[in-house]
Nanobody
Framework: QVQLVESGGGLVQPGGSLRLSCAAS????????MGWYRQAPGKQREWVATILSSGHTNYAGSVKGRFTISRDSAKNTVYLQMNSLKPEDTAVYYCKTVGSLATSDHSGFTSWGQGTQVTVSS
């Protein structure tokens, strides 16, 4: 009932920047928090950053100071600005959204995007 569409991945040289976007659509009543995760080849999926409905943000230590998460609540969209990219940032990036549905009981939902590839290489 909730779909997430990601965009913005690609190939970039070390030190470069990329901006990921993730738009949520469907029967959404409200969104609590939105976040980004990533999964490198042969590794488990790891948390990258989260932004709460209050605007408070949290980052994994490996990306703090280089990545910035933001959201446009009116558009149900979350962004991840990635600067000073390193080869170890190479991964498939997934967005995750937690909220409540526009149903009579406002059931909670957790949805994941399909993933977008980010490759950092010279």
């Amino acid at each position: 009932q909730v779909q997430l569409v990601e965009s913005g991945g690609g190939l970039v040289q070390p030190g470069g920047s990329l901006r990921l976007s993730c738009a949520a659509s469907g029967s959404i009543f409200s969104i609590y928090d939105m976040g980004w995760y990533r999964q490198a080849p042969g590794k488990q999926r790891e948390w990258v950053a989260t932004i709460l409905s209050s605007g408070h943000t949290n980052y994994a230590g490996s990306v703090k100071g280089r990545f910035t998460i933001s959201r446009d609540s009116a558009k149900n969209t979350v962004y991840l600005q990635m600067n000073s990219l390193k080869p170890e940032d190479t991964a498939v990036y997934y967005c995750k959204t937690v909220g409540s549905l526009a149903t009579s009981d406002h059931s909670g939902f957790t949805s994941w995007g399909q993933g977008t590839q980010v490759t950092v290489s010279s």
